[in-house]
């Protein structure tokens, strides 16, 4: 499995950008980069996937580098409410499908 | 339903008791996991199941640990003699196929005393 790392915690202003890292350098050809994020008592939410072409939502942008040994999750205008655990997950490429394997995620505190 | 949805939401039992936990996946995901979460951990995969093929148990942690889904929808965790070290919130996903995102239900908040 390609692992990831993410540093443990970050810290946003209301209203500006949140850049959220993650290495992946192990990740292989056919692997996602998948981002979740859990509020407090919550369970885990999608946020957003991609394989190598950046991606965008109405929730955040998602910029894998060209070799796809890292990618960056974007909160354009992060609020309050963004304030969560952020998990960069590589998705497990067998044919047994879809499980996601978690780690430590980025705490991500936004602070008015 | 809209979401995945779980039951009970909390449950506190005695150690060495039987304890089942309900999942009902968003209709028409033919995937479902589990996972648990300690206080103040990563989230942990369990299970895995996927259409009508034999679920992945590579993640349960004991022989005390066993799920089942039934009609490929509602699926049921089962903790047998439960220890209090199984204390965890224990989460279900659902996702629609395979390379798909999955969706997490609120979970079931499990205390062994």
């Known amino acids: 499995d390609a692992k990831t790392t993410q540093p443990p915690s970050m810290d946003c202003a209301e209203g500006r950008a949140a850049n959220l890292p993650c290495n992946h350098s192990?990740?292989?050809?056919?692997?996602?980069v998948y981002w979740y994020r859990q509020i407090h008592s919550q369970g885990p939410q999608y946020i957003i996937h991609?394989?190598?072409n950046n991606e965008t939502n109405e929730m955040a942008s998602l910029i894998i580098t060209e070799d796809r040994k890292s990618s960056t999750l974007i909160l354009p205008h992060a609020t309050l409410r963004d304030t969560a655990v952020y998990y960069c997950?590589?998705?497990?490429?067998?044919?047994?499908?879809?499980?996601?394997?978690f780690g430590g995620g980025t705490r991500l505190m936004v602070k008015p | 339903g809209a979401g995945v949805s779980q039951s009970p939401s909390n449950k506190v039992t005695e150690k060495g008791k039987d304890v089942e936990l309900r999942c009902d996946p968003i209709?028409?995901?033919?995937?479902l996991y589990w996972y648990r979460q300690s206080l103040g951990q990563g989230l942990e995969f369990l299970i895995y199941?996927?259409?009508?093929?034999?679920?992945?148990k590579s993640g349960l942690p004991s022989d005390r640990f066993s799920a089942e889904r039934t009609g490929g929808s509602v699926s049921t965790l089962t903790i047998q003699r439960t220890q209090q070290e199984d204390s965890a919130v224990y989460l279900c996903?659902?996702?629609?196929?395979?390379?798909?995102?999955?969706?997490f239900g609120q979970g079931t908040r499990l205390t062994v005393v």
């Open positions: 996903a659902s996702s629609l196929a395979l390379n798909t995102e999955a969706f």
């Open positions: 192990t990740i292989s050809g056919n692997e996602y």
């Open positions: 991609g394989l190598k």
């Open positions: 997950i590589v998705r497990v490429g067998n044919n047994a499908g879809n499980m996601l394997t």
């Open positions: 209709s028409g995901h033919t995937a």
């Open positions: 199941f996927q259409g009508n093929s034999a679920p992945d």
